[in-house]
Every structure is written in C-alpha cells, then in structure tokens.
C-alpha cells in the first residue's frame, strides 16, 4: 500500500465519467455465470473486488473474456458450475462472498471461501442462519460466524424469511439460493433495501416480484426458474463513486462538473435526495432508462450547504455515502444527524468509529452514537495524516476533505481505493484547479 497527498483546490471543472456500478457489475458476472449463453457486459467495473468475482467464477469453469471495451461470459446454465480446485479467494469483498453462497447453496458439490483479514473479520451469521434453514450446511471455520465459510449444498427449500436489517447482499444471498428451490423463496425487510438483483433476474429470464408494505418494509419472491438466459448488461456510473465528486463539486467554491452516466436507481439514489435537502444546487440531464436501470448526468455547482436529519427508510439508499455525507456535513452551517445507520459497523472497518476518528483529527466537531453520528458543522477543516484503514470508502471521503483544507492531506494506504474506482486520482486531478 502507498500513501497519496492531496493538496488544496482552488475550483472543479470539466466533465468525468465515473466506472462502473460496483453492485451491479457483481451480479453481472454471477447471473452469466449461471445463464444459458454468452452474456455481454458493457461498462463493467475493473476494480478489484469485481476482479475476486471473475476469479471466483473462472475456477467453477466458467470463461470469461476481458475485452477494451465489455466483458463475455460464457454462461453453462443453473447447474453447470464445476468444482473448484481448492478455495475460492474472495479478496476484501462481501457482495462476492455472501452472494456466492447463496449460489453454492444449489450446486452438487462443496466449497470453502475465504478473504483477506478484512472480509475474514465481517459478520457471516447473516447469510449463513436463513441458508440453513433452506436445507445448505454453512459452518465458519474458525468458529467465530466469519469467513472462511464451508458451504455443503442440500436439497433446498423455499422459505419466507423476515431479515432483521435491510440489507441487499443478505436478499441477494437468499434469492439466488431461491433459483435452486422447490418452491417459492421470499425475503421481507425492514426497508427496501437496492434491488439490482431482483432487477437483473427478471431480464435473466426469472420470474421475480417485489412489494412495499404500506405499514413499512418491503418482500421480494423469487419463483425457481428451469433455466436463466443470457443477456446484454450495461452498467450505469456508479452512484457511490460519483458521490465524491458531486460532493467535491459541492464544497470547493466557484465549481462547476458534469459526472455522465450516473445510476439513479431509487434504491440507490438517497445521497442526491440529501445533497438537495443540503441545499446543493443539482441538475439532472439526459436522463434515460436501460437494462432495467435509470441513469442521468449529474450537473453540480458549487452550493453553501446546511445540516440536516438521516434516519429510517432512507437509510439503506444512502449507506455507503454516508463517508462523504458526514465530510459534507461538517462544513455545512447548522447540525446533521444520522440515525438508524448501525451498518456502518460492519463494513470494511467501523465507519462510525473511523469517520469520527478523521473528522474529529480535521477540526470537525462529531459525536459517534450507537447507530451513527451527530454533525455540528462550520468548523474550518485542517489537513492531517488520514487514517484509512484500509476502507476505500474512507480513503475517498477524505481525499475530498483534503481539497477544502490548508497545506497536504495524506490519505495512508490510498491505494485501498482500487477495491472500487482504481482511477479515483487521476479522475480526481483532471477536474481540480490550483
């Protein structure tokens, strides 16, 4: 790992394109993997834990071809994946290792997965309590309800499960093992958490349904398909990715930066809703609607932004936003508050504990709480040595917060950022003025 330096901007201009949406360029590769066919994949993210998915598939046999500009997988239907030889490596991801399960859970052999110490320390028991109960055997290896995860198949059965957190990946897990059922599958959550993959398995050839409860919460049923089909994906910008540069459009004064083909998927798009409850002057252009997936270019100029409230529903739209939020609501005027977000504690490191340590190092005045963080903004932000902690997410955040702040802003271990954008500073300096 290195350390990148970023030094202050005096405006942002120009137009970018972010990569690929992480999310969805995941469960490209795997719903190819498991379809009849060639599936073409177009704008496909080249990060690293996209990478661990394609390595994933390609030892169960599967070929996958690496073009300039789509990637083709060579799709052998719902049951035509191999036995690899030895453990699937998983790198730092947990969408590849919590969805993979679930696609293991049908398969006639056993597997073993397992990540880098990061992934090696992220909870399991999630994935692993409602694919026991479809009829897998799913054990932690090291007794501790973490990777490495045996996964022994079974003969699976269709349940109603009622998640006790909204969450895409524990949904995921279960839908796919719902391919391989004998009846229907249904996951109920909290709140609607992104719906990529009920999206994409519906153009796959699966028939899925969604419904949002007028009480709250939301279920999405899978009914097990003969087979999938291939199909041509094409990948919006990745709204997660683009939230950097939107922000920074935002803060650096006398800024003006068109992000291009940016997801705008409902279920994804919580962080424009706060940039606009803020006060950010947003435009939206050339919106349009493809592969199942909505997208538009984002206008953003340059906006004196205020605090504000994060709670409830919105919550699982916005979660891995909430970083950049929180860099953005300490240079807001007034308090912002962040509630119902305990997610924060396990992804790639506590992002409770890790935004409130960073902020708190700039100046920011931040309270950590049991599930997320109160703001009081206006404090001017300071440059220091910014501990990443390996969280590509936090290495982002204040690599932004470095361009608002005097003097150099070191983000340690930048190189983590290539889990998800591998050209964020590149990106980041064809944009910025000094």
């Not at 290896?141 to 006790?164: D, E, F, R």
């Not at 990715?241 to 004064?253: K, Q, R």
């Not at 953003?300 to 504000?308: D, I, N, P, Q």
């Not at 983000?411 to 300096?429: A, N, R, V």
Request: contains cysteine; glycine residues 10%.
């Amino acid at each position: 790992m290195s350390d990148k330096i970023i030094y202050p901007a005096r405006r942002l201009r120009g137009e970018i394109e972010v990569p690929g949406d992480k999310s969805i360029s995941h469960r490209a590769v795997m719903l190819g993997s498991i379809a009849r066919g060639t599936t073409e994949i177009t704008h496909f993210l080249n990060g690293a834990d996209c990478l661990s998915t394609i390595s994933c598939f390609r030892k169960m046999g599967i070929t996958i071809e690496e073009k300039p500009d789509c990637v083709l997988v060579q799709g052998k239907g719902l049951r035509g994946l191999s036995a690899p030889d030895g453990a699937l490596y998983t790198g730092n991801s947990g969408t590849t290792t919590r969805l993979l399960c679930g696609i293991l859970a049908g398969q006639d052999f056993p597997a073993v997965l397992s990540g880098d110490a990061s992934l090696n320390a992220r909870p399991m028991q999630r994935i692993m309590t409602p694919l026991g109960q479809m009829g897998a055997e799913l054990s932690s290896l090291s007794n501790n309800g973490c990777a490495p995860l045996s996964v022994t198949p079974g003969a699976l059965h269709g349940i109603k499960y009622q998640s006790p957190v909204s969450s895409a990946q524990i949904k995921s897990a279960i839908l796919l093992a719902g391919l391989y059922a004998d009846d229907e599958t249904s996951v109920t959550e909290p709140a609607l958490s992104r719906n990529h993959t009920e999206l994409m398995l519906q153009n796959f050839g699966a028939h899925v349904s969604s419904v949002l409860h007028v009480e709250g919460g939301a279920t999405a049923l899978v009914t097990p398909p003969d087979e999938l089909y291939a199909q041509q994906v094409w990948v919006p910008g990745d709204i997660s990715s683009a939230a950097y540069f939107i922000a920074a459009g935002l803060l650096v004064p006398n800024s003006e930066i068109l992000v291009k083909n940016v997801g705008t998927n409902f279920t994804r798009a919580g962080f424009l809703k706060i940039c606009e409850e803020m006060g950010g002057d947003i435009t939206l252009l050339n919106r349009s609607f493809k592969g199942g997936e909505s997208r538009a270019d984002v206008l953003v100029r340059s906006s004196s932004l205020k605090g504000t409230v994060i709670e409830g529903d919105l919550i699982p739209t916005l979660i891995d936003e909430i970083p950049i939020i929180a860099v953005m609501a300490a240079c807001a005027k007034g308090t912002t508050t962040i509630r119902d977000a305990a997610e924060l504690k396990v992804k790639e490191t506590n992002r409770i504990d890790t935004v409130t340590e960073n902020l708190q190092a700039m100046g920011g005045d931040v309270t950590p709480t049991e599930d997320g963080m109160v703001i009081r903004g206006g404090s001017p932000l300071k440059s220091i040595r910014a501990r990443s902690r390996l969280d590509h997410r936090i290495a982002m955040s204040f690599a932004v917060a470095g361009l608002i702040a005097p003097g150099e802003t070191i983000i340690e271990d930048g190189q983590c950022i290539d889990i998800s954008y591998p050209e964020f500073f590149e990106t980041l300096e064809s944009c910025v003025e000094r």
